[in-house]
């Protein structure tokens, strides 16, 4: 397994990411467009303190599908993400296992 560097230019971080998940180029426009609407939204109703892309892929993302290395997602046809906050792991887990049925579930008090 390949660690991110913080140092690593933002397109070597991706490209690292993308190899140590063999990830189809579409499966990383969709992490790519996550991060910017993480970021976006981040702004507005602070879903996260992580926001620079090095630590979001590595503390959001890869920890996200490091779940797959305890539990066969091929095998499974739906999940739900309770505590869902920002959509970890669920998002994630959605973009590299398409086929999945995803339930996102987050509760706000006193909203």
């Not at 390949?2 to 180029?25: D, H, R, V, Y």
Request: aromatic residues 10%.
């Amino acid at each position: 397994m390949k660690i991110l560097t913080p140092f690593a230019e933002n397109g070597n971080k991706w490209a690292c990411f993308a190899q140590q998940f063999s990830l189809t180029k579409k499966q990383l426009d969709q992490f790519q467009q996550y991060e910017k609407l993480l970021r976006e939204w981040n702004d507005k109703i602070n879903l996260t303190a992580i926001t620079d892309t090095s630590n979001i892929i590595s503390d959001h993302f890869e920890d996200s599908i490091m779940l797959t290395k305890f539990v066969n997602f091929s095998k499974i046809s739906s999940i739900a993400d309770i505590g869902a906050g920002g959509g970890f792991p669920g998002i994630p887990l959605k973009i590299c296992f398409p086929h999945l049925s995803l339930i996102l579930i987050e509760v706000i008090l006193g909203a």
